[in-house]
Every structure is written in structure tokens, then in C-alpha cells.
């Protein structure tokens, strides 16, 4: 049997946490948004992990509603406990980006030694010469950013991979 940790997920509403857990654990994509109320909780289970390649992990997933932002901190059990934090944003909506650089923040304080994951998301919707404003909180921050596309695919296993792994090298 293997070990069980929480990495939870944080962003505004409409980001594409959803859709990023649906593609890790059901490798499916659904174009129809359909919000998330409190929570929703997924399992996956992780092998070969570790430098040896011979760890397994049960990610448990939460995947939040949202609405919560910075006070998901201080209101919210779905933070309580976690091992690693994804932290989502919308490339075609500005504003989530600036959220996450709260929500970044945010994980320093309350979740000291945390692996922090940080995904721009969408990228997809955007045409190959678009470009996207990046707040200048995280354009210096220490946490792990990645483009991701819930559609495609792209850097959403390799993400909890390396939270996975992250988890387990840090004895969390």
C-alpha cells in the first residue's frame, strides 16, 4: 500500500483546475464548463517515483470551487494539510494571474516548505504570436511555472510527477 498525500488546487473560478485534474486522472478533456461547488476530491496513485525510480504515491486532489481567493487560507479545510499546492491561472484573463501571485504568497506564509507549482493555463487560446502579461510578483517568484493546456495536455503529468516527487524528497 502506498502513501497517501494532499496537493490542492487554487484559483480563480473558470481557470481550468477542473479541467487539469480530468486530464491527469481521467486523461479526458470536456470543453463544457461546469463549475465546482466547495469541493471535489480525486485519487491517483504515482509509481516509479523516487531517484531509484521504486516509490509510489496516491496523490489526493482537491480540487477547489475558486471563490475563496487569498482567504482559502484561512476559511478553507481543503488547504489544511496539503503536502503540495497548484496554483492555477487563466493566460486570457489577467486578473488570475495577479490572483496567483497572492495565492503564491499566500502558500510562503501558511504552508512554509510546501512545493508550489505554479501553471498558466490556456495557452492554447492563444495564437502562436500572442503574448501575456505576467505580474511582476512572479516574474521573480521561487516556485515552479509552467504553460499548461488542459485541452492538450501539455505539462499537466510532468506537473504532479514533480509534485510527487517533490512531496517525497522533502519527507512531507
Excluded at 493555463?121 to 505580474?135: C, F, G, Q, T
Aim: net charge positive.
Amino acid at each position: 500500500m502506498s502513501q497517501r498525500r494532499k496537493v490542492v488546487m487554487l484559483g480563480e473560478m473558470a481557470v481550468g483546475k477542473t479541467s487539469i485534474v480530468r486530464r491527469m486522472v481521467l486523461d479526458r478533456f470536456d470543453g463544457n464548463y461546469k463549475g465546482t461547488l466547495g469541493h471535489d476530491i480525486f485519487v491517483y496513485p504515482l509509481t516509479g517515483l523516487g531517484p531509484a525510480r521504486d516509490q509510489s504515491l496516491e496523490l489526493v486532489i482537491w480540487d477547489t470551487d475558486g471563490g475563496l481567493g487569498a482567504s482559502a487560507f484561512h476559511l478553507d479545510a481543503a488547504v489544511k494539510g496539503a503536502s503540495a499546492v497548484i496554483v492555477v491561472g487563466d493566460v486570457t484573463r489577467p486578473r488570475t494571474l495577479s490572483t496567483m501571485a497572492v495565492l503564491s504568497s499566500q502558500c510562503d506564509v501558511h504552508l512554509p516548505g510546501r512545493p508550489v507549482y505554479l501553471l498558466f493555463n490556456k495557452v492554447d487560446l492563444l495564437d502562436a504570436d500572442s503574448n501575456y502579461d505576467v505580474p511582476v510578483e512572479l516574474q521573480k517568484t521561487p516556485h515552479s511555472v509552467r504553460k499548461t493546456s488542459a485541452k492538450s495536455g501539455d505539462n499537466i503529468k510532468e506537473t504532479f510527477i514533480d509534485a510527487a516527487n517533490a512531496i517525497l524528497r522533502r519527507g512531507l
